[in-house]
């Protein structure tokens, strides 16, 4: 009887044939191109790592997105109009740590050519201690931490400089304000997640996306999934997580925008079959921003109606209308 073998799935085909698109243009001389305007062309593969860049880049650079709201970068397959951005960058901006697994050919073919580089990654390696990398792991969810992500946006900043150094003064100045900005968010995440009760500052979502959010403002994190959504729950992490639930009363679980929300509902079902009601708290964005054009879909309005949403769900006392009132309240 002959052997077969398996195809191997499309997408994984697919992704490949794209990923040879990069090998043509190797060794052409200089990537990109000046857009009409005269600005150079800086993708980032997140919204968080695109909004960063714009803060930075000001009116000198082009910067573009490949992942939108809602896309799970855990297991995004680039499209073909993905390579074709990458081919017409000047500058790539990545998170690394795993974040963008199926990308990583693709990104290790294009920095032959393209400078690319992992931000968040670069962060990790030189802003945290060994004793917190190992506490951590390889977890890429650095812009949880707002004072994280404006680390991020120095690293931008250098990187900038050395690609335009006739406007380095400007990607340091608007580095600086960025972190001011972040600052401003950082005591705003802290005032409020402070007034969630002791017993109640336990954070379930569907993955582990909010360890560094953990780390630094106490609140305990469980995740049905880990640090990658593409790893799968099982049913002794659902059971394990349902009896946490009932023990310790937990009024609130909490969707995230990028994965379905099947797992969290599993666990609402299992803490009524034993008698204790729990319910959604909210929708939270963890891998993405929200939508283009909302407040949600900058960094500031992301973490800002994160920690909002925790902290009204599980009985502490945000300000109605979030970071953004609260400013506006205290200026008054």
């Not at 891998?287 to 054009?293: C, H, I, K, R, V």
């Not at 909302?294 to 994160?306: F, L, P, Q, R, S």
């Not at 920690?307 to 109605?320: E, F, K, M, N, R």
Request: net charge negative.
């Amino acid at each position: 009887m002959p052997s077969h073998t398996t195809p191997p799935p499309l997408a994984i085909l697919c992704f490949t044939a794209l990923s040879l698109l990069l090998l043509p243009l190797a060794g052409c001389g200089q990537a990109g191109s000046a857009t009409t305007d005269g600005r150079y062309t800086v993708t980032a593969t997140t919204g968080m790592i695109g909004d960063a860049a714009r803060a930075v880049a000001g009116e000198h650079a082009n910067v573009q997105d490949l992942m939108g709201s809602g896309i799970d970068p855990h297991v995004y397959t680039p499209r073909r109009s993905d390579v074709a951005k990458l081919n017409n960058s000047d500058i790539v901006l990545y998170n690394g740590l795993h974040l963008e697994g199926r990308m990583a050919d693709l990104l290790g073919r294009l920095s032959a050519r393209v400078p690319t580089h992992p931000v968040a990654e670069i962060v990790w390696q030189e802003h945290l201690s060994e004793a917190d990398r190992a506490e951590m792991g390889e977890d890429p969810h650095l812009w949880m931490d707002p004072m994280l992500w404006a680390e991020v946006g120095t690293v931008i900043a250098g990187i900038l400089s050395e690609f335009d150094p006739d406007n380095a003064e400007d990607y340091q100045a608007n580095a600086r304000t960025w972190r001011t900005e972040l600052e401003e968010l950082d005591a705003y995440a802290r005032q409020v997640l402070d007034t969630i009760p002791e017993d109640r500052r336990h954070l379930i979502t569907a993955h582990d996306a909010f360890g560094y959010m953990s780390r630094s403002y106490g609140i305990d994190v469980h995740g049905i999934q880990g640090i990658s959504s593409s790893s799968e729950a099982g049913l002794q992490d659902l059971n394990r997580l349902v009896d946490f639930i009932v023990e310790r009363e937990i009024p609130a679980v909490f969707i995230e925008s990028t994965i379905p929300d099947r797992n969290v509902r599993a666990l609402i079902e299992g803490a009524r079959s034993r008698g204790h009601e729990v319910v959604i708290g909210g929708e939270l964005y963890s891998d993405a921003m929200g939508p283009s054009g909302t407040y949600e879909g900058t960094y500031i309005g992301m973490i800002d109606h994160n920690v909002s949403t925790i902290a009204a769900a599980l009985g502490g006392s945000p300000p109605s209308g979030g970071m953004q009132a609260a400013a506006a309240n205290h200026g008054n």
